[in-house]
């Protein structure tokens, strides 16, 4: 029930029932009065009928007939006339006196006692309650009682007072109503006021007046619950501003606190018409864009960031801020509302990490979530259980159709989770550290495994990926020369495969690392290549054997010109550095003859083979030494 209301009944309840109160008070306390002027009243006629009567006495008695004619005389209105004595009723006047109980009447009376006069009281006789006054009879032993009945006073008196209560009842409540409406109004307006004040309170930044985090999550929620289409995407940005402890610690906290004014009101005077702020905390705002795309998202972004290229002034102190960005998107990354914040916040530490201005959440790179926490744990106790195994892809040379070697992709065959793809778990290898013991381990496996081929007769090479970090282990190249010494492996066997992207991070130092293991007679790859936007006079440099065409481009090739064009180009470009082109992820028999058509040199893909465990492709490996023959003649 409304407050308004709840108040409003209350007060009509306390009004009626103080009424009800109050009018029985004034029923009694009028009954009361109104006796008391009985009694008076019936007192002097008492007396002054005593005064005037005369009773003819018979043999010392008085004569009933007299008593009555006197009665009619004295009092008209009255019910019943007594003259009695100290022990009897020696005579009686009134209607109905036959079924009065004279004993009764007697004993009451005379219990009252012999004072001369003001003797009064309430009698009950059968037929109801009597009010008598008694009054000595002068110069006569008797006493003349006169009683009034009551009854009939009440009646009247109650229906008087009853109806004048309840039309004075019905003012005094419709005043207490239109009180009671004016004080709920009043009442509610404050509250509401109050309410008002302590949402804005609860649901926003003391310092900056931004929504606050709770109203982030309520806004959030509104729009994810949008049926889809309505709202259409959602992004989540989480804007980190950067140094600030460092800028807090040297400026002090009052700075700090301006520049948090300063930046927020420069994000909000930025943001297009469906982006709402907030402040998360600390050094922390958060935008929420409704009805968006990863595109708009981005360049919402980049906008808010161009915002911040002109110094903010503080205090005439003149500041560059920089801003990490983090964005998460639902429903791609999460339909969550907790979880896209948490994914928008990791986000941001992966742009800040890389020192990227700003970044999509990338869930294979994303070490918060419990999942990883948990893999990242159990990496380097997974190594000595022996939980990881090595799957190979063959790849054949377009030529001749003959197996040109094979490529170690890691596998971990988890015991609660199943097998966990390379994608999931090299990254959390990297984080931890995990990557140069598990590196160590594919080389040794790969090249036993190879050692087996050779002496089976296959001799074949082998590719291992390679990570940043490997790359980077000073043991590398030792423990590479230690394993190829230690199996008889000749070292233009193995072939190291590093993502472009990951060489151009860091270009000096790869060439360098890259030279010297070149330089033993090991082969290098560069791996997805198209996506890492290698600067073609650095690869020039590079001691690279061989370019492998991106899955992507390869898988996109047949719907789009433009990709075949990347991959024919790659073709070309690497046949100018007079490296060989491997294309990955061919899936079609078609793909496989428009890369033929090309001119790339080697093809790998689910099309010839998926990978395979190392039993599988051993035995693949012998059915298809034979293909390899029929092969050979239909390529030349
Ligand atoms: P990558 O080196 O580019 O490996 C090729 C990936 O493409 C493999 O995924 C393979 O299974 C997949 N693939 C092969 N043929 C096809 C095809 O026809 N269609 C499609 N759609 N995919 C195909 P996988 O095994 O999941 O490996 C993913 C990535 O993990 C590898 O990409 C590599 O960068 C990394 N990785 C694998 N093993 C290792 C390792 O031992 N060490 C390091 N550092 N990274 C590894
Ligand atoms: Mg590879
Ligand atoms: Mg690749």
């Given at each position: 029930?409304?407050?308004?209301?709840?108040?409003?009944?209350?007060?009509?309840?306390?009004?009626?029932?103080?009424?009800?109160?109050?009018?029985?008070?004034?029923?009694?306390?009028?009954?009361?009065?109104?006796?008391?002027?009985?009694?008076?009243?019936?007192?002097?006629?008492?007396?002054?009928?005593?005064?005037?009567?005369?009773?003819?006495?018979?043999?010392?008695?008085?004569?009933?007939?007299?008593?009555?004619?006197?009665?009619?005389?004295?009092?008209?209105?009255?019910?019943?006339?007594?003259?009695?004595?100290?022990?009897?009723?020696?005579?009686?006047?009134?209607?109905?006196?036959?079924?009065?109980?004279?004993?009764?009447?007697?004993?009451?009376?005379?219990?009252?006692?012999?004072?001369?006069?003001?003797?009064?009281?309430?009698?009950?006789?059968?037929?109801?309650?009597?009010?008598?006054?008694?009054?000595?009879?002068?110069?006569?032993?008797?006493?003349?009682?006169?009683?009034?009945?009551?009854?009939?006073?009440?009646?009247?008196?109650?229906?008087?007072?009853?109806?004048?209560?309840?039309?004075?009842?019905?003012?005094?409540?419709?005043?207490?109503?239109?009180?009671?409406?004016?004080?709920?109004?009043?009442?509610?307006?404050?509250?509401?006021?109050?309410?008002?004040?302590?949402?804005?309170?609860?649901?926003?930044?003391?310092?900056?007046?931004?929504?606050?985090?709770?109203?982030?999550?309520?806004?959030?929620?509104?729009?994810?619950?949008?049926?889809?289409?309505?709202?259409?995407?959602?992004?989540?940005?989480?804007?980190?501003?950067?140094?600030?402890?460092?800028?807090?610690?040297?400026?002090?906290?009052?700075?700090?606190?301006?520049?948090?004014?300063?930046?927020?009101?420069?994000?909000?005077?930025?943001?297009?018409?469906?982006?709402?702020?907030?402040?998360?905390?600390?050094?922390?705002?958060?935008?929420?864009?409704?009805?968006?795309?990863?595109?708009?998202?981005?360049?919402?972004?980049?906008?808010?960031?161009?915002?911040?290229?002109?110094?903010?002034?503080?205090?005439?102190?003149?500041?560059?801020?920089?801003?990490?960005?983090?964005?998460?998107?639902?429903?791609?990354?999460?339909?969550?509302?907790?979880?896209?914040?948490?994914?928008?916040?990791?986000?941001?530490?992966?742009?800040?990490?890389?020192?990227?201005?700003?970044?999509?959440?990338?869930?294979?790179?994303?070490?918060?979530?419990?999942?990883?926490?948990?893999?990242?744990?159990?990496?380097?106790?997974?190594?000595?259980?022996?939980?990881?195994?090595?799957?190979?892809?063959?790849?054949?040379?377009?030529?001749?159709?003959?197996?040109?070697?094979?490529?170690?992709?890691?596998?971990?065959?988890?015991?609660?989770?199943?097998?966990?793809?390379?994608?999931?778990?090299?990254?959390?290898?990297?984080?931890?550290?995990?990557?140069?013991?598990?590196?160590?381990?594919?080389?040794?496996?790969?090249?036993?495994?190879?050692?087996?081929?050779?002496?089976?007769?296959?001799?074949?090479g082998v590719a291992v990926n390679v990570s940043t970090r490997s790359l980077r282990d000073r043991r590398l190249e030792p423990c590479l020369a230690e394993l190829l010494k230690r199996t008889g492996i000749e070292s233009r066997f193995l072939t190291l495969e590093i993502t472009e992207s990951v060489m151009m991070h860091d270009i000096s130092f790869a060439q360098g690392v890259l030279e010297s293991l070149h330089e033993r007679g090991i082969r290098i790859s560069i791996d997805d290549f198209g996506t890492g936007f290698s600067s073609l006079a650095?690869?020039?440099?590079?001691?690279?054997?061989?370019?492998?065409?991106?899955?992507?481009?390869?898988?996109?090739?047949?719907?789009?010109?433009?990709?075949?064009?990347?991959?024919?180009?790659?073709?070309?470009?690497?046949?100018?550095?007079?490296?060989?082109?491997?294309?990955?992820?061919?899936?079609?028999?078609?793909?496989?003859?428009?890369?033929?058509?090309?001119?790339?040199?080697?093809?790998?893909?689910?099309?010839?083979?998926?990978?395979?465990?190392?039993?599988?492709?051993?035995?693949?490996?012998?059915?298809?030494?034979?293909?390899?023959?029929?092969?050979?003649?239909?390529?030349?």
């Amino acid at each position: 029930m409304r407050y308004s209301t709840q108040l409003l009944l209350g007060i009509v309840g306390i009004t009626v029932l103080s009424q009800t109160i109050l009018g029985v008070i004034a029923y009694w306390i009028v009954v009361d009065a109104d006796r008391s002027h009985l009694i008076e009243v019936l007192q002097d006629r008492a007396e002054q009928v005593a005064q005037d009567v005369v009773i003819p006495m018979v043999a010392g008695e008085p004569e009933d007939t007299a008593l009555e004619q006197s009665r009619q005389h004295f009092s008209p209105s009255t019910d019943l006339a007594l003259i009695i004595d100290s022990r009897n009723i020696v005579g009686i006047a009134g209607p109905d006196r036959d079924h009065l109980d004279r004993h009764v009447l007697l004993q009451t009376l005379l219990s009252s006692g012999r004072q001369p006069r003001n003797q009064s009281g309430m009698l009950p006789l059968a037929d109801g309650d009597y009010l008598w006054v008694a009054t000595p009879l002068i110069g006569l032993p008797y006493r003349l009682v006169l009683l009034e009945r009551t009854e009939t006073q009440h009646g009247t008196l109650a229906s008087k007072l009853g109806s004048r209560l309840f039309s004075s009842g019905l003012v005094v409540l419709w005043f207490a109503v239109w009180t009671a409406l004016l004080l709920a109004s009043l009442v509610t307006r404050k509250l509401n006021e109050k309410n008002l004040a302590l949402r804005h309170q609860v649901t926003h930044d003391n310092l900056t007046g931004l929504p606050n985090r709770t109203l982030l999550y309520e806004q959030l929620a509104r729009a994810i619950a949008q049926p889809s289409g309505l709202a259409g995407n959602i992004a989540l940005l989480v804007i980190d501003i950067n140094r600030f402890k460092e800028i807090n610690d040297t400026l002090g906290y009052d700075f700090g606190d301006q520049l948090l004014l300063e930046i927020g009101a420069r994000i909000q005077a930025c943001l297009p018409d469906n982006g709402y702020i907030s402040r998360l905390g600390g050094n922390e705002f958060a935008v929420l864009l409704t009805d968006t795309n990863e595109q708009q998202a981005c360049s919402h972004t980049r906008h808010i960031l161009d915002c911040m290229n002109t110094a903010v002034c503080v205090s005439q102190v003149e500041l560059e801020v920089g801003l990490s960005i983090g964005i998460a998107l639902f429903p791609q990354h999460t339909d969550d509302a907790d979880t896209l914040v948490r994914y928008a916040d990791v986000a941001m530490h992966q742009a800040r990490e890389h020192g990227s201005r700003y970044m999509l959440y990338d869930g294979n790179a994303d070490t918060y979530s419990l999942r990883h926490l948990e893999l990242s744990a159990q990496l380097r106790g997974a190594i000595d259980d022996g939980q990881f195994v090595l799957h190979y892809q063959p790849k054949l040379e377009m030529s001749s159709g003959r197996v040109a070697g094979l490529e170690a992709l890691l596998r971990w065959e988890h015991p609660t989770h199943g097998l966990i793809p390379p994608d999931e778990f090299i990254s959390l290898a990297e984080q931890t550290g995990a990557i140069e013991p598990l590196t160590e381990w594919v080389f040794e496996e790969a090249l036993h495994f190879l050692r087996k081929l050779h002496k089976r007769g296959t001799k074949i090479g082998v590719a291992v990926n390679v990570s940043t970090r490997s790359l980077r282990d000073r043991r590398l190249e030792p423990c590479l020369a230690e394993l190829l010494k230690r199996t008889g492996i000749e070292s233009r066997f193995l072939t190291l495969e590093i993502t472009e992207s990951v060489m151009m991070h860091d270009i000096s130092f790869a060439q360098g690392v890259l030279e010297s293991l070149h330089e033993r007679g090991i082969r290098i790859s560069i791996d997805d290549f198209g996506t890492g936007f290698s600067s073609l006079a650095y690869l020039n440099h590079l001691p690279v054997d061989e370019l492998k065409v991106d899955r992507s481009f390869v898988l996109a090739m047949q719907d789009s010109d433009s990709d075949q064009a990347i991959v024919q180009t790659t073709v070309e470009l690497a046949h100018t550095l007079q490296c060989s082109v491997v294309a990955e992820g061919i899936e079609t028999a078609r793909s496989l003859e428009v890369l033929r058509e090309m001119g790339c040199d080697i093809a790998q893909g689910y099309y010839i083979s998926a990978p395979k465990p190392a039993e599988e492709i051993e035995q693949w490996l012998e059915e298809n030494t034979a293909a390899a023959g029929r092969e050979k003649t239909a390529v030349t």
